[in-house]
């Protein structure tokens, strides 16, 4: 009885072992055993409906003209205090100071951290979790906050709907170094291995993100790594950062998903999630589409000087086509007056009228030709006097 009743407790507690494992415990990858096609078995909400990242299908997008930039706020201001720079076995990240935040919202958001995603096989071979009518950046950076207006804490926050705020900046590779990348890069080789830290310098924030902050996508959906909560207000910015090939090939190199101790290293690369289905969402634009991208004073300026040109330049055409085409209707009525034979519209079959009203002729002829004589000898601007035309006055 008592064996029995220890072998049913040892089958319960293995069941419940087996059966529901504690979610924190779970080491979760981007491929393998645990990988994002298994997520949702241990994390619920990464099998739900409103999950990022997503592609943005530009021409299914809706423009909201109540979209107005996103202001970073002390995103400058770092002052002495060195960032911690972490290697999580799944990112680097970046715990970023309280005083960061973000307006331009309906709420203001506390800077939290910011990490990156990113690829394996260099240049064009992906690495971004959010997609733009199907094509990937090279990697992505997400500076994520909370909602410190309705909650306490980041842990507060994430549960809930609207409780965070994440910036999306897709990264493509150039020719150029960007040197805000390496205050990050440079420093990849100190956390080489999951769970390391190291302090690292401070830095302007701000110098990571892309200039124009007024033009991007916006949507709800949720984090893009496990437990997947579905609590993120998005924001894609439009503009794209560039970083050097050299870069990028640091970024998927260096780091290991490994920890020290482990025997076999595995190279922290591909730590993007798929596109998830958008289901029932808008993805809203803080630009419209057909407008196209705002206008600097010098472009308008430009824009103005060339469109003047244009009709300056269009009414010298037309005047030129106007005057020849009275020349040689003017020519043509003198070479009937004087019966020239060479005259090449006297050569084609044409239904001129037939010699009764060339006795007619005589009379307006010598005006006309008045008017060659005119037309030949003054320049273009006192023309328009003898010309009764109506087509003279464009
Ligand atoms: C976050 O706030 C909640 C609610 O006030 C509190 O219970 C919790 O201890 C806080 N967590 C942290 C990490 O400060
Ligand atoms: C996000 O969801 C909230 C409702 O919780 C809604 O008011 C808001 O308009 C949604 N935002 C977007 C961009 O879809």
């Not at 589409?289 to 206008?295: C, D, I, R, T």
Request: one cysteine or more.
């Amino acid at each position: 009885m008592d064996s029995l009743g220890l072998f049913i407790l040892l089958m319960l507690g293995c069941f419940q072992w087996t059966a529901a494992p504690a979610a924190e415990e779970i080491t979760w990858t981007y491929t393998g055993l645990v990988g994002q096609s298994e997520w949702s078995e241990y994390f619920p909400d990464c099998g739900g409906t409103s999950q990022s990242p997503i592609d943005v299908v530009t021409t299914q997008t809706k423009y909201d003209p109540s979209l107005i930039p996103v202001i970073p706020l002390g995103y400058s201001q770092h002052g002495n205090k060195p960032f911690t720079l972490y290697n999580n076995g799944h990112t680097a990240v970046i715990e970023l100071p309280e005083w960061m935040g973000l307006e331009g919202l309906p709420w203001l958001f506390t800077a939290v951290q910011m990490h990156l995603h990113w690829g394996s096989g260099g240049p064009s071979h992906g690495g971004s979790e959010h997609t733009i009518n199907g094509l990937s950046a090279d990697a992505e950076l997400h500076v994520v906050h909370y909602n410190s207006e309705l909650y306490p804490n980041m842990s507060a926050a994430m549960t809930q709907r609207d409780g965070l705020a994440v910036l999306g900046i897709l990264i493509v590779t150039g020719e150029e170094t960007n040197p805000a990348f390496n205050n990050i890069i440079n420093y990849l080789s100190r956390i080489k291995h999951a769970d390391q830290k190291v302090s690292i310098p401070a830095f302007d924030v701000q110098t990571l993100l892309p200039k124009d902050l007024g033009r991007y996508y916006r949507y709800n959906g949720s984090l893009t790594t496990p437990p997947c909560y579905q609590s993120v207000i998005w924001t894609l910015f439009h503009e794209r950062v560039q970083i050097s090939k050299a870069q990028l090939l640091k970024l998927e190199t260096i780091l290991y998903s490994s920890k020290v101790s482990d025997p076999d290293k595995m190279l922290l690369q591909d730590n993007y999630r798929t596109t998830q289905p958008l289901n029932h969402r808008v993805v809203f634009t803080s630009f419209s589409a057909e407008s196209g991208k705002e206008l600097s004073s010098g472009e308008v300026t430009a824009i103005v000087i060339g469109v003047m040109c244009g009709c300056v330049g269009l009414a010298v055409i037309v005047r030129f086509i106007v005057k020849t085409i009275r020349f040689f209707t003017l020519l043509h009525h003198e070479t009937v007056v004087v019966n020239s034979s060479t005259s090449s519209w006297d050569v084609l079959p044409s239904n001129r009228p037939a010699p009764m009203p060339r006795t007619k002729e005589p009379e307006k002829a010598k005006e006309k030709k008045q008017d060659v004589a005119l037309n030949s000898t003054s320049e273009a601007e006192k023309k328009e006097e003898p010309s009764p035309s109506p087509q003279t006055e464009p």
